[in-house]
């Protein structure tokens, strides 16, 4: 009986001792995790988040269709290649070359700097306005999109401003080189304007994104970072803004407005002249129209008087140099109306007041274009009109493809439709009649300035 109670006892103690044992290697196992999932937990917190994806560029080369130093007097170039169109600004993710911050500092400062000084006529030069509609049923108390473009008609900024009963959304799209920069500030009123007029706001909440192909991406702006597996929902394509533009409608207070501003600013015809021509008598001709081999002025330079801007007063149109300046009058007095690279865009002014246009590679394509401008020298896209070929590879006619602004056609449609713009370009009747800026000895001497 005594031997059985000891080797109980000898048992408990054994078993005893290996809970000790397992204990002990317990605490040490403890001893030695918890701190190794502290530092990783850490080390989590800064770094990118657990299972997010995300782009981060290394390297910078931002590039902006706005002025540069070399064109500081003209807007960005009308592009008629037939690979361009409104997808151009969104390109694939691998095509973000450059830091996202950067690249948005870049194209907002060169947006604020589209004004400009013109030293002809000491006056400034806008070369991006917005226009602004009316959207019907998009909210519930209504709203407004504006849609900001060069003299081009290049398309730069759209803003949706839409208002409900408790609140108000600002939504902005900024076309960058590589991508739409989108912002969307939301707005909570205390109480209904409706109930009391104006409100207190309660609280606001900006989003920012990039929008890649049509799929747009929450930007963590501290990081430099677009979030990839977070998309933001409601927001619209380049193509579904231009639709919603269209759509749009022009308040009567807004046309109004527009309408009386133009009157104000009117001069009479012959005070236009006068001022034109004192103009082309000043030196500041030499320098306009200069150029690395005629530095002290292009001797070529050409001038026409002719209204293209439907305003009943005509415009001084100046052709030399690297340029062709288009000068109006305000209020008495002159002003830049519009400025573009002669080579790059060539145009030819015409007696109705358009604009006729030829451009080809003469083994890609071929592109005549129309354009109308309005009272502040943008173009008119309801007027305006492109006619593209594009040659067969082979070289076989019968491949050719034909477009008429934008959309595909056949070779008969695009043949009679062209018919009168060709006769626009090649019938001098129809077009300004040109003379020399500067007389023909001023001439002869500028000629022999030509810098070898």
């Given at each position: 009986?005594?031997?059985?109670?000891?080797?109980?006892?000898?048992?408990?103690?054994?078993?005893s001792?290996r809970?000790?044992?397992?204990?002990?290697?317990k605490?040490?196992?403890?001893?030695?995790?918890?701190?190794?999932?502290?530092?990783?937990?850490?080390?989590c917190?800064?770094?990118?988040?657990?299972?997010?994806?995300t782009?981060?560029?290394?390297?910078?080369?931002?590039t902006?269709?706005?002025t540069t130093?070399?064109?500081?007097?003209s807007e960005?170039?009308?592009?008629?290649?037939?690979?361009?169109?409104?997808s151009?600004?969104?390109?694939?993710?691998?095509d973000?070359c450059?830091k996202?911050?950067a690249?948005?500092?870049?194209?907002?400062s060169q947006?604020?700097s589209?004004?400009y000084?013109?030293?002809?006529t000491d006056?400034f030069v806008i070369?991006?306005?917005?226009s602004?509609?009316?959207?019907v049923?998009?909210?519930?108390?209504?709203g407004?999109i504006?849609?900001?473009?060069?003299?081009?008609?290049?398309?730069?900024?759209?803003?949706?401003?839409?208002y409900g009963e408790?609140?108000?959304?600002?939504?902005?799209?900024?076309f960058t080189?590589?991508f739409?920069?989108?912002?969307?500030?939301?707005?909570?009123?205390c109480v209904p304007?409706?109930?009391?007029?104006?409100?207190?706001?309660l609280?606001?909440t900006?989003?920012e994104?990039?929008?890649?192909?049509?799929?747009?991406y929450?930007?963590?702006?501290?990081?430099?970072?677009?979030?990839m597996t977070?998309?933001?929902?409601?927001?619209y394509?380049p193509e579904?803004?231009?639709?919603i533009y269209?759509?749009?409608?022009?308040s009567?207070?807004?046309?109004?407005?527009?309408e009386e501003?133009?009157?104000?600013?009117?001069?009479?015809?012959?005070t236009?002249?006068?001022l034109?021509?004192e103009l082309l008598?000043d030196?500041?001709?030499?320098?306009?129209?200069?150029?690395?081999?005629?530095?002290?002025?292009?001797?070529n330079?050409v001038?026409?008087f002719g209204?293209?801007?439907?305003?009943?007063?005509?415009?001084?149109?100046?052709?030399?140099?690297?340029f062709?300046n288009?000068?109006?009058?305000?209020?008495?007095k002159?002003?830049?109306?519009?400025?573009?690279?002669?080579?790059a865009?060539?145009?030819?002014?015409?007696?109705?007041?358009?604009?006729?246009?030829y451009?080809?590679?003469?083994?890609?394509?071929?592109?005549?274009?129309?354009r109308?401008?309005?009272?502040?020298g943008?173009?008119i896209?309801?007027?305006?009109?492109?006619?593209?070929?594009e040659f067969?590879?082979?070289?076989?006619?019968?491949?050719?493809?034909y477009t008429?602004?934008?959309?595909?056609c056949?070779?008969e449609?695009?043949e009679?439709?062209i018919?009168?713009?060709?006769?626009?370009?090649?019938n001098?009747?129809?077009?300004?009649?040109?003379?020399?800026?500067?007389p023909?000895a001023?001439?002869?001497?500028l000629?022999?300035?030509?810098r070898d």
């Open positions: 009986m005594q031997k059985k109670q000891n080797a109980e006892r000898a048992g408990e103690n054994k078993m001792r809970r000790k044992y397992a204990l002990a290697c605490y040490a196992l403890a001893c030695f995790l918890f701190p190794l999932i502290f530092i990783l937990l850490i080390s917190r800064q770094a990118p988040g657990m299972g997010e994806e782009l981060q560029t290394e390297s910078m080369s931002a902006m269709p706005v130093d070399d064109s500081a007097t960005p170039s009308e592009t008629f290649e037939p690979s361009e169109s409104s151009a600004n969104q390109p694939s993710i691998p973000t450059g996202i911050a690249q948005i500092s870049t194209f907002m947006y604020r589209s004004v000084y013109d030293e002809p006056s070369n991006i306005k917005g602004t509609r009316d959207l049923g998009l909210s519930t108390e209504g407004t504006t849609r900001y473009t060069d003299k081009g008609g290049k398309i730069y900024r759209y803003r949706l401003v839409l408790t609140g108000r959304m600002e939504s902005n799209y900024f080189s590589h739409i920069y989108y912002t969307s500030l939301e707005e909570d009123y304007p409706i109930i009391i007029g104006e409100t207190d706001i609280e606001q900006l989003t994104g990039i929008l890649i192909d049509g799929v747009c929450r930007y963590d702006r501290l990081r430099d970072q677009i979030l977070d998309v933001i929902e409601f927001v394509t579904e803004l231009a639709d269209e759509k749009a409608v022009v009567p207070e807004t046309a109004a407005a527009s501003e133009i009157h104000s600013q009117q001069t009479s015809p012959e236009a002249v006068s034109y021509r008598k030196d500041t001709m030499y320098s306009l129209t200069a150029t690395a081999d005629y530095p002290m002025g292009d001797g330079a001038y026409a209204d293209c801007n439907g305003d009943g007063v005509p415009e001084l149109h100046i052709v030399g140099g690297y062709y288009i000068y109006t009058c305000r209020s008495g002159l002003a830049l109306l519009r400025s573009s690279d002669r080579y865009r060539p145009l030819t002014p015409l007696k109705d007041g358009g604009m006729i246009g451009k080809a590679t003469g083994l890609s394509y071929d592109c005549y274009y129309y109308r401008l309005d009272f502040d943008f173009l896209d309801s007027e305006s009109r492109d006619f593209l070929v067969a590879v082979d070289g076989d006619p019968d491949k050719n493809t008429m602004d934008g959309d595909p056949t070779k449609q695009w009679n439709e018919a009168p713009y060709r006769d626009m370009l090649d001098p009747a129809l077009q300004l009649s040109w003379d020399y800026v500067f023909e001023v001439r002869a001497e000629a022999d300035s030509r």
